[in-house]
């Protein structure tokens, strides 16, 4: 059976430096993994996806993420924080196996400090 | 960009009553879908759309849950008679293909039952 845990329920970083949001997945055949976010009161966003193509994905607002088979994770990162930057974000994992039903971790909130 | 839209933005209900939820995918996309978010817990699939029928649903989505596309372009989500544990942000999305896609998302219908 699928799963997706996001290892930080909150993560809190300074405007300018490095973002670093951790995914891991468990999943029985080659999944699908996505990220999303969620800025308050707005819907859920497509950050980027992974659908077995190249392993380091590039996503919008410079995030970006690598897909490591042998450490089933998806870690997001961003090379340098923005306020605007502040949200919930969400790691999905989908797979043939559940007729690719979208599987959600708990979601980390991003807070930025000025 | 081409938006998920879902009215009304927050429904407070009682117990009991009947609610619609309403969703517009974007116009080209063929499948849809209900997810539903309860406060400080995970995403969760309830059920997915498709050639005007469902073609999967959760263990969630019982015989109090109904879904509709009653016309080209409305897509809605039916509780018969709402209960307090149905209390949550209710999310639509459409896609243009299958599953890998990705989903967009809508803004959300935060439901209240008291």
């Known amino acids: 059976a699928q799963s997706v845990t996001q290892l930080d329920s909150h993560v809190s970083v300074s405007e300018g430096t490095p973002v670093l949001l951790r995914c891991n997945y468990s999943?029985?055949?080659?999944?699908?993994l996505f990220w999303y976010v969620q800025h308050p009161n707005k819907g859920l966003q497509l950050l980027l996806k992974?659908?077995?193509?190249a392993t380091l994905v590039k996503g919008i607002n410079g995030f970006e993420a690598e897909f490591k088979k042998s450490e089933t994770s998806f870690h997001l990162t961003k090379p340098s924080a923005h306020m605007s930057d502040a949200a919930e974000y969400f790691c999905v994992v989908s797979e043939r196996d559940s007729n690719y039903q979208l599987i959600w971790g708990a979601g980390t909130k991003l807070i930025i400090k000025p | 960009e081409p938006e998920v839209t879902q009215t009304p933005s927050h429904q407070v209900t009682q117990m009991g009553q009947e609610v619609i939820l309403r969703c517009v995918p974007i116009?080209?996309?063929?499948?849809f879908y209900w997810y539903r978010q309860i406060l400080g817990q995970k995403v969760e699939f309830l059920v997915s759309?498709?050639?005007?029928?469902?073609?999967?649903k959760s263990e969630i989505f019982d015989d109090q849950f109904s879904v509709e596309r009653p016309d080209g372009s409305n897509f809605t989500l039916k509780i018969r008679s709402t209960k307090l544990e149905d209390s949550a942000m209710y999310f639509c999305?459409?896609?243009?293909?299958?599953?890998?896609?990705?989903?967009?998302f809508g803004s959300g219908t935060r439901l209240t039952v008291v």
């Open positions: 999305a459409s896609s243009e293909g299958g599953n890998n896609y990705g989903y967009t």
């Open positions: 759309f498709y050639n005007n029928e469902i073609s999967e």
């Open positions: 992974y659908t077995s193509a």
């Open positions: 999943s029985s055949y080659s999944p699908s």
């Open positions: 116009s080209n996309h063929l499948y």
